[in-house]
């Protein structure tokens, strides 16, 4: 049927609203005890409008006219770039907030505006008694830029579409709430006729249902309620994961502020439609590149990190799909060389696509020539004439033709459910040790090598993925590979069939351009803001990474748990509960990404001290000079010390202070020993309005006294604490004696990862990022990880902080220095791993400095932030399962290690910090090293609290 043979359809009336069923409860009607419904008493008077404006021309003849307009500029490209972006709107007034620009407002201006400011289109009302707008309006911005621009309607009549496409619109909207599900997928499908791109709008579940029913590419949300006009801020984030990631989606209403728009851009949203906020700004081009600032994906070094390294586009058959791929961001595309399959090219065919990916772009996708038991000389062939970056063999090839194959391999291996995990890491352990580069997991079954469309089962991927480094392969598509790649730790994806457009008989396959975009994007974007999701191989056992239901970490689950007062036991369970909702939620992690990067100074810096280390090594030297040292050491200082409030502490505190929020309390405890942890609450409570107390034992408060003033003048509490030693561990007790009776109002912001479950867990979560950070900056510039990771360890925040990282890397050595005191030897330490026992401390089962009676002893150490007898769980799993190494620095040895960091490097250490660097010269005598070795140290703070106890040691041991 062609455009001019459709039934004239412009004068129907429409079926009743939400359902194909009548819901006299939905409708609009006039009587005093019926609620008002402003959509509809819309809806009703521009259906009026629509008979008198467009009742001189047929259905046909508006069709003929919206035919011969220009073509409509894409959009679908745009928002499936990576990111949210944003949809700027032209409105003078509302029925919520009334008149918001004036009558003579310079549309045309303003829509200029929005275009300099970065916005991917422009919405402009067209309705004029409520809104101000008019089908006018929308043909002024048309013709005034460059971008596509949706015609904001309501829809009424068929008729409506042809005219709106005619006066230039390039999208329009589509309410779900005023059409039945077929009248909805009808006028959908008529838009796409004519080139308009629908955005359907939903509200609730129901409307969202039959906005998924149709064809429609683009899917809205919008937190108001067009029946009452409230706005539900919320409604929209709760929505978005039920509509498919092989759609787009745009979430519309409620925002006033960025944060609302990074929010959006953090669970998955491809665009925001922004209106009231960005009219009424008095410079509408610097408030839409606010929001397109806001809409963009993180890329601070943790989330880089964390982004799936490889996505491959594979079984390409011609330009278009090589074009597609590119755009898009592919790192690999694969060429099929497997005779008598679906997506088989001639060797000819496949160099002269090669040839258009490498004319398209200056750093073009690899190149992977794909091969199925093709045998040597055929392979040899391949590679002569195609030149492929890599080979991938998907057939049933030996370890020795895999080998030979003259350029990088990769290898598919083709598993069942029904195959062992260890079974399958074996293989891939022989191929890889035998050079291959990647192995790719991939689904067993069909008439051919790979491309069954199907997925390799979850748990048997997972399990492997743990292991080894895998590409996932088989069954991925625009709407899943993101979900895959969140619950499997895989280091890529790849995807053939799932990019494709529907298979047209005797025919090859093609790429769907849009679902190449949008499997990369999805693919990309999958982990971004998920720090605690898995995304490497981890290869030792669970118990090192992570704590069981009850809290236990080790190999066997010996340490951790909760032991606690039968009182605590609801607030613990309460804040598990509320960590738990968080721990993987994007927004969450965005906002304190956001608040560490332009508040607290997150990244921080990776220095590589070069004066340092060449000293480091002369130590060593002088400690055995026989000792094989490495020829050149390099090595990186993680300067913590250059966060907010000087400390790494600011990262847990700010973290904390907003899960309170999330609590619903609105009263802040902490514990300090050196300060450093009551000075980053007392900030994050100064930040977020919150009353602060800290604890901090009185003999602390004397040699700390910098650090209790600049508490004080955050506005914080600080509570001497007289009892026991009067030290961090009574500065402890005595913070949870007062959680014990606030426990309505009060959350507890444990400095460490010690205590009960779920804190050693919370604040290593919180503090994973100097690892996470230190990670990427080193990899940047060596290409590598480091071969030791080292930091000193009190009760542990710092400690795991930098070392969870690698944890899972087993060619990176773990190390941590604890505070010695006057020597081990003498009893007077606070080294609770190379000194102590397994006892319960505070809650958690640990190791701890106690008696034969199981009482706790008093630690001993000039180093306030180490002055406590326990460490962490983790910490301790890790050293007891041989994964950690503990060396011990004495009080003279850390001051030393002071003054050696600031004459070499200028650099001023805290007293915790400089442990580690004392004992560094030990550890380059006890290892293995390669010629050229990296090690990276954690600087957990800055030394100028200390100063006072560095001046009195320098007067006794001289300058």
């Known amino acids: 049927m062609t455009l001019v043979d459709r039934p004239e359809l412009e004068l129907e009336r429409l079926a009743p609203p939400e359902d194909d069923t009548p819901d006299p409860a ?16 819309i809806a009703e008077r521009r259906r009026a409008d629509i008979r008198d404006e467009m009742g001189r021309l047929t259905l046909d003849e508006h069709l003929a006219i919206a035919e011969a307009t220009p073509p409509p500029r894409p959009i679908l490209d745009r928002l499936a770039r990576p990111g949210l972006h944003l949809i700027a709107e032209i409105k003078r007034s509302s029925p919520s907030a009334g008149a918001i620009a004036a009558a003579d407002e310079d549309i045309v201006a303003r829509a200029r505006a929005y275009e300099a400011g970065g916005a991917s289109a422009i919405s402009v009302l067209c309705e004029p008694h409520w809104f101000g707008g008019s089908v006018d309006d929308l043909r002024r911005v048309r013709a005034a830029v460059s971008i596509p621009v949706l015609a904001k309607e309501f829809v009424v009549e068929a008729i409506q579409l ?63 309620d067009l029946k009452t006009l409230a706005v539900d801020t919320d409604r929209a984030i709760r929505l978005r994961e039920l509509v498919p990631d092989e759609r787009l989606v745009v979430a519309e209403s409620g925002v006033r502020d960025a944060a609302t728009v990074a929010a959006w851009r953090a669970v998955g949203f491809d665009a925001a439609l922004v209106g009231e906020a960005l009219v009424r700004s008095g410079d509408p081009e610097a408030a839409a590149r606010t929001f397109v600032s806001a809409g963009r994906p993180p890329t601070d070094p943790a989330n880089r990190a964390a982004t799936v390294s490889i996505v491959k586009v594979c079984g390409i058959t011609d330009a278009e799909g090589i074009l597609a791929a590119i755009r898009a961001g592919a790192d690999a595309i694969g060429l099929n060389l497997v005779p008598g399959t679906p997506r088989a090219l001639e060797l000819a ?16 996708p690899r190149i992977v020539a794909i091969t199925a038991d093709a045998g040597r000389r055929r392979v040899a062939e ?58 790719l997991l991939d689904a067993a079954g ?60 005797g025919q090859r396959p093609t790429k769907d351009p849009l679902r190449v975009a949008l499997y990369i994007k999805r693919a990309r974007a999958a982990r971004l803001d998920r720090p605690n999701l898995s995304a490497r191989p981890t290869p030792v056992a669970a118990g090192l990474l992570t704590a069981d239901d009850a809290g236990r970490w080790g190999i066997e689950r010996e340490f951790g748990g909760r032991y606690v007062p039968e009182t605590l036991m609801a607030a613990l369970e309460q804040l598990e509960a509320a960590y738990a909702a968080i721990r993987h939620d994007p927004v969450f992690w965005s906002e304190l990404r956001v608040l560490l990067a332009t508040y607290a100074g997150r990244p921080t810096a990776l220095y590589r001290a070069d004066r340092l280390a060449y000293e480091a090594l002369e130590r060593a030297v002088a400690l055995d000079p026989t000792a094989r040292l490495p020829r050149r050491l390099r090595l990186y200082l993680k300067r913590e010390d250059l ?40 900030t994050a409570c100064a930040l977020l309005g919150l009353p602060c107390v800290v604890f901090m034992g009185a003999v602390d408060i004397e040699r700390q006294q910098p650090n209790v003033l600049r508490m004080r003048a955050l506005g914080a509490e600080v509570r001497p604490v007289t009892s026991g030693t009067a030290t961090l561990k009574d500065a402890v007790n005595d913070a949870m004696r007062d959680w014990v009776t606030n426990v309505a109002t009060t959350h507890y912001v444990l400095g460490s990862a010690m205590g009960p479950h779920p804190y050693p867990t919370i604040v290593r979560d919180l503090q994973r990022r100097i690892g996470d950070e230190s990670a990427a ?52 330490h606070a080294a609770a791993l190379a000194g102590g026992t397994p006892g319960i401390l505070h809650g958690s089962r640990s190791m701890m400095l106690q008696d034969g009676d199981g ?58 910090s400089a442990h580690a660097l004392a004992v560094l010269p030990r550890l380059l005598v006890g290892g293995r090293w390669p010629e050229e070795a990296i090690v990276l140290v954690g600087l957990s703070g800055r030394g100028d609290k200390d100063l006072a106890q560095f001046g009195r040691w320098i007067e006794e041991h001289g300058t």
């Open 162 to 224: 042809p005219h709106l496409r005619a006066a230039g619109a390039d999208l329009v909207l589509l309410l779900a709430v005023l059409h039945p599900a077929k009248r909805l997928a009808l006028l959908v499908d008529r838009a796409l006729e004519i080139g308009l791109e629908p955005l359907v709008e939903a509200h609730d579940e129901k409307e969202l249902e039959r906005a998924l029913k149709t064809n429609a590419r683009l899917i809205g949300i919008n937190n108001r």
């Open 382 to 439: 391949i590679v002569a004439a195609l030149d492929p970056d890599a080979v991938q063999f998907s057939g049933d090839e030996s370890v020795e033709d895999v080998a030979d194959a003259g350029r990088p391999a990769w290898k598919a291996l083709r598993v069942s459910s029904d195959d062992e995990p260890a079974a399958i890491v074996g293989r891939a352990i022989s191929y890889r040790d035998a050079g291959v580069e990647r192995i």
């Open 777 to 828: 900056q080193v990899f940047d510039v060596e290409g590598r990880l480091p071969d030791l990771a080292l930091a000193c360890v009190g009760g542990g925040s710092n400690a795991i902080g930098l070392l969870d990282r690698f944890i899972g890397e087993p060619q990176v050595r773990l190390a941590v220095a604890e505070a010695a005191g006057e020597g081990i030897a003498s009893g007077k």
């Open 349 to 364: 065919e496949a160099v002269a696509l090669a040839r258009v990916a490498r004319s398209l772009a200056a750093s073009p």
């Open 26 to 41: 939905d409708r609009f009607t006039a009587g005093a005890d019926r609620k008002r419904n402003v959509v509809h008493e």
């Open 643 to 682: 966060a907010h409030t000087g400390a790494h502490k600011i990262s847990n505190a700010l973290g904390q202070a907003l899960l309170t929020r999330r609590l619903g309390k609105d009263r802040v405890i902490a514990e300090t020993g050196a300060g450093q942890h009551g000075v980053a609450t007392a």
């Open 446 to 505: 069909g008439p051919h090598p790979g491309g069954t469309g199907t997925r390799i089962a979850t748990e048997l991927a997972r399990v492997v993925a743990r292991e080894i480094p895998v590409i996932l392969a088989g069954g991925l598509d625009p709407a899943n590979v993101a979900g895959a790649l969140r619950e499997i730790p895989a280091i890529g994806v790849d995807s053939a069939s799932g990019t494709e457009r529907p298979r047209v008989a």
């Open 855 to 912: 009482q706790v002893t008093e630690a001993h150490s000039a180093s306030a932030g180490l002055d406590y007898p326990g460490v962490g769980p983790q910490i301790a799993a890790l050293a007891g399962s041989g994964r950690l190494e503990v060396e011990a620095a004495t009080d003279d040895e850390a001051f030393e290690s002071m003054r050696w960091l600031s004459r070499a490097e200028g650099i001023l250490p805290a007293l915790e």
